[in-house]
T-cell receptor, first 113, second 111 residues
Framework: GENVEQHPSTLSVQEGDSAVIKCTYSDSASNYFPWYKQELGKRPQLIID?????GEKKDQRIAVTLNKTAKHFSLHITETQPEDSAVYFC????????????FGKGTKLSVIP | SQTIHQWPATLVQPVGSPLSLECTVEGTSNPNLYWYRQAAGRGLQLLFYSVGIGQISSEVPQNLSASRPQDRQFILSSKKLLLSDSGFYLCAWSVDRVKTFFGQGTRLTVV
């Protein structure tokens, strides 16, 4: 089955700096890669996703890049703000069968004011 | 628009007691439904998924079971809870069989 590795497990950045979280996946058949943000005690919220026919996608201060050949994808947050502090999860799935997501273990991002 | 309801929000149960968590989805038909568990400070573990009424697939052997009696209803159950069943349980559904959205979650503490 699919295996998703996520790094780093914790990340501290100064407000205004950029943050990058990286994930690798094992199954070359995976073709959908979402990112979730989870604030303390709350549910994960989908913040951005990318399909394998696209190399990069942006939404305001967040962007995701995908390298299918290397089987890795990354989340980039620019001009970080204290409200960006949360745990971020990457995931991978195939657009077939059960469409179930396999999650990375999460990255705890702390933005220092 | 589609919404997902999950209850209760918090639950404290003694070891050996039964469990029933319910999740319903509104505004869509024939969704894929999922139960995830998140242990404190840990990632998301898929427990069960369902692609239709009465169709349940289990991802890990455990003390839990799931049922889907109606198209938009998904239930997580246990006959006898263990201490290790404590965690944050999240129901989820997927739109277009891909984008997945989570319910509010149930924080279960087994004492």
């Amino acid at each position: 089955g699919e295996n998703v590795e996520q790094h780093p497990s914790t990340l501290s950045v100064q407000e205004g700096d950029s943050a990058v979280i990286k994930c690798t996946y094992s199954d070359s058949a995976s073709n959908y890669f979402p990112w979730y943000k989870q604030e303390l005690g709350k549910r994960p919220q989908l913040i951005i996703d990318i399909r394998s026919n696209v190399g990069e996608k942006k939404d305001q201060r967040i962007a995701v890049t995908l390298n299918k050949t290397a089987k890795h994808f990354s989340l980039h947050i620019t001009e970080t703000q204290p409200e960006d502090s949360a745990v971020y999860f990457c995931a991978a799935s195939m657009e077939a069968g059960s469409y179930q997501l396999t999650f990375g273990k999460g990255t705890k991002l702390s933005v220092i004011p | 628009s589609q919404t997902i309801h999950q209850w209760p929000a918090t639950l404290v149960q003694p070891v050996g007691s039964p469990l029933s968590l319910e999740c319903t989805v509104e505004g869509t038909s024939n969704p894929n439904l999922y139960w995830y568990r998140q242990a404190a400070g840990r990632g998301l573990q898929l427990l069960f998924y369902s692609v239709g009424i009465g169709q349940i697939s289990s991802e890990v052997p455990q003390n839990l079971s799931a049922s889907r009696p109606q198209d938009r209803q998904f239930i997580l159950s246990s006959k006898k809870l263990l201490l290790s069943d404590s965690g944050f349980y999240l129901c989820a559904w997927s739109v277009d069989r891909v984008k997945t959205f989570f319910g509010q979650g149930t924080r279960l503490t087994v004492v």
